[in-house]
């Protein structure tokens, strides 16, 4: 499965919108793009997926570029529950080998 | 949506103690389950893949020996740390995923050991 960078931390406003970035310049033409948080003492938590189409759901959306070498997750309204480490993997759909890399420490400011 | 239990919550106990932790799938059925483990200011790494009615694969560097899964149902998979040292101490955590209804992996709570 394809490596993932991301910032190591971000600060963000209360009530403005967080943009988490994430470079996989090396991802197959059949792998996914996940992303999960994990909240201070707490399991990974589901945030969304996509392949190579913009996807929203009632968390986050995702904006994955044309060339799929890099995407970003946007919380539109972020609230001091969002702080949390935002991981960003790459896998192949059918491979469910979650690969957690040292993620992003976002941190909500009120 | 997918949930995933693990139970106990937490645990402390004395060095020597094996110690059972439980990953129940709620309302689907499993037929892979993963372990990982995580120690402070670490990411997660993953320990084995348990395979319901299989022996579980385990990841490199971790000794199955000391780390005995069992998934004897599609809903259930244990982790058991056999004769627990301090160095254990850590959090464990489960997830599984519905390959039924495609659903993504979703994680348990995780159970935070601490051995004395």
């Known amino acids: 499965d394809a490596k993932t960078t991301q910032p190591p931390s971000m600060d963000c406003a209360e009530g403005r919108a967080a943009n988490l970035p994430c470079n996989h310049s090396t991802i197959s033409g059949n792998e996914y793009v996940y992303w999960y948080r994990q909240i201070h003492s707490q399991g990974p938590q589901y945030i969304i997926h996509g392949l190579k189409n913009n996807e929203t759901n009632e968390m986050a959306s995702l904006i994955i570029t044309e060339d799929r070498k890099s995407s970003t997750l946007i919380l539109p309204h972020a609230t001091l529950r969002d702080t949390a480490v935002y991981y960003c993997?790459?896998?192949?759909?059918?491979?469910?080998?979650?690969?957690f890399g040292t993620g992003t420490r976002l941190t909500i400011i009120p | 949506g997918a949930v995933v239990s693990q139970h106990p919550s937490r645990v402390i106990c004395k060095s020597g103690t094996s110690v059972k932790i439980e990953c129940r799938s709620l309302?689907?059925?499993?037929?892979?389950m993963f372990w990982y483990r995580q120690f402070p200011k670490q990411s997660l790494m993953l320990m084995a893949t348990?395979?319901?009615?299989?022996?579980?694969?385990?990841e490199q560097g971790v000794e199955k020996d000391k780390f005995l899964i069992n998934h004897a149902s599609l809903t259930l998979s244990t982790l058991t740390v056999t004769s627990a040292h301090p160095e254990d101490s850590s959090f464990y955590i489960c997830?599984?995923?519905?390959?039924?209804?495609?659903?993504?992996?979703?994680f348990g709570d995780g159970t935070r050991l601490s051995i004395l």
């Open positions: 348990s395979n319901e009615g299989s022996k579980a694969t385990y």
């Open positions: 993997i790459v896998l192949n759909f059918g491979n469910e080998k979650l690969t």
């Open positions: 997830s599984a995923s519905d390959r039924v209804s495609n659903q993504p992996q979703h």
């Open positions: 309302d689907f059925q499993a037929t892979t």
